[in-house]
């Protein structure tokens, strides 16, 4: 099994501590996986989703940020926005990127214990980035914190479900139930929305690169010859929970 599978596995699994376990994939190619940022989303389907999901004009918290590939694109918006990143080399990097924005930081810690006040964002939003599905329970309870009445939780992950990309992930994750996700969420509260996005890459060696760190080998291999040109369609599902706004009578 890949690294990023054997990953994901252990969050689905385990993450009812207070545990961060490392991204396998951006914490060791730092410098790859920027290059897999700028490829993921080609035409923007997640983006133009993404607009009419929440208030971007207000604050914005991305959780898991990385090295804070998407921060530019939120401040282009926001009011305010802030990275959170458990791994302190991206912190550093994320903090390097934004220097020269204002009202845009980058702050260590982890979606378990976010390094925020009660009630001071509009938007909480996370990619790819710990919210797998059962065990990440206590990031929802630290996102509903961090959001003030009203305010939304936006979560985008890829989707098992959608050929190819979800095949080579359910041949490294056998065990992995798409539909047991969904229904996690769905007793959570969150709606869902699948989107079909297109990964376009600048040339044949990067885009073979990106899928071996990935997946395992074997997988990857068949990636590789699965794809001929430089793009393949992945599919994402991107979660969305609003805050309620006042009190609820039951």
């Known amino acids: 099994m890949g690294l990023v599978s054997r990953v994901r ?7 009812r501590a207070a545990e961060v376990l490392p991204s396998p994939n951006i914490w060791h190619w730092p410098d790859l996986y920027e290059a897999e940022n700028r490829a993921q989303d080609a ?20 959780i898991g940020c990385g090295d804070g590939f998407h921060l530019p694109r939120f401040a282009e918006r926001a009011a305010s926005v802030l990275g959170v990143e458990p791994h302190p080399p991206l912190v550093e990097r994320g903090q390097a ?19 925020v006040a009660d009630a001071s964002f509009d938007v909480v939003h996370a990619r790819t980035a710990y919210f797998f599905g059962p065990g990440c329970e206590p990031g ?27 095949r080579w ?11 047991e996700v969904d229904r996690f969420f769905e007793l959570k509260g969150f709606d869902r929305h699948r989107v079909s996005t297109v990964w376009r890459f600048e040339d044949r060696a990067t885009l073979e690169a990106v899928l071996r760190i990935e997946f395992s080998a074997p997988v990857a291999a068949r990636a ?13 599902r991107v979660l969305v929970r609003r805050k309620p706004a006042g009190l609820i009578l039951g």
């Open 169 to 179: 992930m359910r041949a490294d994750l056998p065990a992995y139930d798409s539909a």
């Open 43 to 62: 035409d923007g389907a997640i983006w133009r989703l993404l607009a009419g999901l929440g208030d971007w004009t207000g604050d914005v918290l991305d």
């Open 140 to 166: 929802l309870r630290e996102a509903d914190r961090a959001l003030r009445p009203g305010g939304t939780l936006v979560i985008v992950d890829l989707d098992a479900a959608r050929p190819p990309y979800g």
């Open 9 to 15: 596995e252990r969050l689905i699994t385990s993450l």
């Open 224 to 236: 590789i010859a699965d794809v001929p040109g430089l793009e393949f369609p992945v599919g994402y």
């Open 97 to 115: 990127r934004v220097a020269g924005l204002a009202g845009v930081a980058v702050r260590l810690g982890s979606a378990q214990a976010l390094p």
